[in-house]
């Protein structure tokens, strides 16, 4: 993990790690921008995210805003629809379950609609500073199994394994450098071997072809 912190320092972080930067880690902002960020591209995600606080920034506000005026702000993200239907619900749990605020306990994060363990894990992480998750993606996934650190099937399986074999102090670390390695060297079908700084520990467990 040290090899690759050093390796990610020239390389631009995630999405939801800067804007939680910029946002001063607001834990609305950051369980909106990942909500918005499943299998969507950073950019999008970042432009998405930008115009719908434009209009709307808290729950309540949001909670105000008509579904469709959601969809139109976060357009072009993937699932449009759904995600839109699903942050407006949400706004109005936190506002009749939790006065307002971001719950803190896993339990209570994945009882709002469209938030799964990923989506839980990062608001977690990201901007309430616990120590005691690791966020699973499909770039953690991918990489945890190339590497050998696990040997799982699915993302849950994954984080559960991680718990088990990587040190603590690294857990609320293990998404922001995989997903940044996972962008930049250790893609999903071309990782690129070449100029990656943990190829000497690397098996390469399912790697078929290499990028340039």
Not at 11 to 18: F, G, L, N, Q, T
Not at 72 to 94: E, G, W
């Amino acid at each position: 993990m040290r090899r690759l912190k050093a390796a990610l320092r020239p390389m631009e972080e995630p999405v939801v790690a800067k804007m939680a930067e910029n946002q001063q880690a607001d834990p609305f902002k950051v369980l909106v921008a990942t909500l918005l960020s499943a299998q969507t591209r950073d950019p999008v995600t970042l432009a998405a995210s930008t115009r719908l606080f434009g209009r709307a920034d808290t729950p309540a506000t949001m909670a105000r805003l008509r579904a469709n005026t959601i969809e139109t702000l976060i357009y072009p993200v993937s699932f449009y629809r759904n995600k839109a239907r699903h942050l407006k619900a949400t706004c109005r749990l936190l506002l009749e379950r939790h006065a307002g605020q971001v719950p803190t306990t896993m339990a209570e994060l994945v009882a709002l609609p469209g938030v799964g363990r990923k989506t839980a894990n990062l608001t977690l992480i990201v901007a309430l500073r616990s120590e005691d998750n690791i966020c699973v993606d499909t770039h953690v996934h991918r990489i945890s199994n190339r590497l050998g650190w696990v040997a799982t099937r699915t993302p849950d399986e994954t984080e559960q394994a991680l718990y088990r074999t990587v040190a603590r102090r690294w857990w609320p670390l293990i998404n922001l450098y995989l997903v940044t390695w996972g962008q930049n060297v250790c893609k999903p079908l071309y990782p690129i071997c070449g100029r990656c700084r943990l190829a000497s520990l690397c098996p390469r467990i399912g790697v078929d072809k290499v990028g340039k």
